[in-house]
Structure formats: C-alpha cells, structure tokens
C-alpha cells in the first residue's frame, strides 16, 4: 500500500544542511513570533461588526456539501500556510520534506505563504466558502479558535481515518480531543505552540522566575516584565495562576484575570504586552522576564546562555495551528495524503528541527537526534507525559463572548 512505503533516508549533505540552519540563525525569524500579535490589532482596526462574527455561531449548523474529490486524474494539491513555517534546505530554493513527498507520490505540491493573520487570511476565503466555490485551496494552517469557526459553520469537512494511518496512531495523546474538533474529525495539528515563562539568569541576578505571581508581584522585576499581546496565551496562564481553569473560563472569571493584570499595569509592574520585539528585551536584559512562546525560547538559548525558562506549577498555555481541508477543495485525498506524510516520523523530525515548536507527532525522538541531539532532548520541542499533562488550553468562545474579551484585553493593553 502506498502508506507503507518507507521514507527516504537523510543523506549526508541533508543532514549537514539542517544542522547548519538549525544553528546559524536562520530559525530565528519564527512564525508565531512574527505573526501572531496581529491578531489583536486586526481584530481592533476592523470595529465591532467584525469582532462580532470572530466567535462561534450558534449550533446547529450542518456540514455544507463538498465538492467531488478529482485526485485521481488530478495529481496535484495547493497548500497554504504562514510563512517561515515549513523546512528549507540551506541554500533557500529547496522544501526538502515537500519534494520528498512528491518523488515518493507524484503528487506535486503547490506551497503559498499566504496567511499571515488568522482573520485576514479568513477574510479572504469566506465568500467564496460560503457560496460553496473553490477557494483554490486544498489543504491550509489556521489556528484552533479560527479552525473552531470554520468547523462550526460547516466549511471543514471530516477527514477518512483510512486514509491516516500514520496520523491516527502517532498523533500525541495531550492533541486527541480538543473540545472544539473531538477525536479530530475535522483536523490534525501542524505545530504545537506552548506559552510558559521565561527570563534572563543574568537581569534577574541569578534568580529563578517560575510563577506568573512572580511576574506581576516580585518588587525586584518591576518595570521589566512583559506580557503577550495574544489574550489567550497572556489570561490563560494569569487565570492558572489563580487556580481557575482555562478550558472551563466564564466572564466573571475573565473579569477578574483582567484586573489582576489591570493592577499589574498601574502599578508599573507590567513593562509593555509585546509581539515579536520581546524576544530582542530578553536577551539584551530589558526584560527580566516575560510570558514567551516555546519556539522563541529555543532559539534564544541557542544564541545566549542566560535565557532560562520555567513551566509554571499551575500550568501552561498551549494551543494549535492545525491542518484542514476545506470542503471545497478538489483534491481531498491527495491533501489526505499530505496530512498523513507529515505524522511520520522522519518527515515530522525535520519539521521540528526547522520550525523548533512542539511537535506533536509520537515517536520522532530517534529521528530528531540524528538531526540534532540537543532538539531531541529538549522539552519544549518533545514534551514529556509529565510535561503534557500540565498543558491547558483555553476554550472556545461564542460571538458575543469573542468580542466583549476581546475588547476589555485590547483596553488592558491599550492596543
């Protein structure tokens, strides 16, 4: 059977390539990093009747017809996803695991960096969704509460598990059942995008930062901590910290993470709620320490030995960029196909390598460290049971829901 067929082993050069880019800086530039903070200025420059329509409708929707699957006369798929997230070999004009898939299947991929907002990016292909056209799209990456959005308006359709071997059995259980897909009919993840606490050894004189408590009530950090300019990621790991879960949050309970942070910022504690620009605070000091993302703090260690990070006992924040394939693409068993490739494990391996997210493929440890030994051992990219069992993310929101915490964060945040 073609799932069967085994991958192609790294040759030499390949190898030598991703340790290259794994150790030279390219990586630095992340996906989420870059990006992800404008979702919240999007959400604020487009006023209320947007924000409106950024929650979940209400149910009983159902699934929209999907168009005819042409992958057997059409050997090809097109795939769209945020850019600096996928392998490239040294020299920039190749996507190894990309053309791996195509000499192995046929099936020719056409790759666009296209979505650079999950909003944008949904403003985009709605209309044509809506009116059951083709967006041009067979496979795309959007993050879990935009993939809740678009499952629930009927626009996703459900996956074959017979065409998943490799994604149904090594699929990380802490990924299995999220609330707004359960079993993952609709979706598989590409990255893992955990959200926890890091600091600089050096700005915080040798002192170990391990709490959001500690970030917004150590008198020895004030004026140098950072937030995430991302709600979810920032009240997610301040609602932890005050024992409240954020799968389970209500208004009252987002109420008060946000006059906890709220006293955080009068009190000058709080320095700013940053995108991207953080990572530059860290390691220069400016920040002591700060909320971070995962994949961040991968690269910064590599670059600067005082870059420490902690996972909170209460727990930290991780959500998903997952794959889906629209009910309108054409070539849906082709897509399928894609889908299962990346849950192998060497191709997971050099995803992981390159991207330096969570991986959420089982079984990649062995492939990972003829890459790079130090990836394969690191937590942040290979969590633990332990590790994974502390993981939390926050729950889906309805319309009216997305837009009053969207709102009351952006006027925390002053963005």
Known sequence: MEHDEQPEPFSPPELAAVRRSVRSGRLAMTRRSLLRASALAAAAAVGPAALTACGIPPAGRTEAARTADHS???????????????????????????????????????????????????????AQLAAGQDTGRDLIVLTDWMCARMISLGWVGKLDPSQLPHARTRLAAQYRNPAWDPGRVHSYPWQGIPALIAYNKKATGGRKVESVGQLLDDPALKGRVGFLSEMRDSVGLTLLDMGKRPEDVTADDFDAAIA???????????????????????????????????????????????IAYAVPAAG??????????????????????????????????????????????DGVRDELARIDQDLADNPLILPGKEMAARSHSFRALNARESKEFTQKFSDLTGS
């Open 316 to 361: 930290y924040m991780t959500s998903t960029d997952n794959l889906m394939i629209p009910n309108t693409a054409r070539h849906k068993r082709n897509a399928e196909r894609l889908i299962d490739y990346y849950y192998e494990p060497k191709a997971a391996a050099r995803l992981a390598a390159y991207i330096n997210y969570a991986c959420p493929v």
């Open 72 to 126: 057997a006369e059409e050997k090809r798929l097109a795939f769209s996803n945020w850019t600096e997230y996928m392998d490239v070999s040294d020299d920039g004009k190749h996507r190894p695991t990309l053309e791996t898939f195509t000499r192995r299947t046929g099936i020719a991929v056409t790759y666009t960096e296209d979505i650079n907002d999950n909003d944008e990016f949904f403003g985009k292909i709605q």
């Open 260 to 306: 906890r942070l709220q006293k955080g910022v009068d009190s000058h504690q709080i320095r700013r709620f940053t995108g991207n620009d953080y990572t530059n605070d860290l390691s220069k000091g400016d920040l002591a320490a700060c909320v971070a993302w995962a994949g961040d703090i991968v690269q910064l260690q590599r670059d600067n030995p005082d």
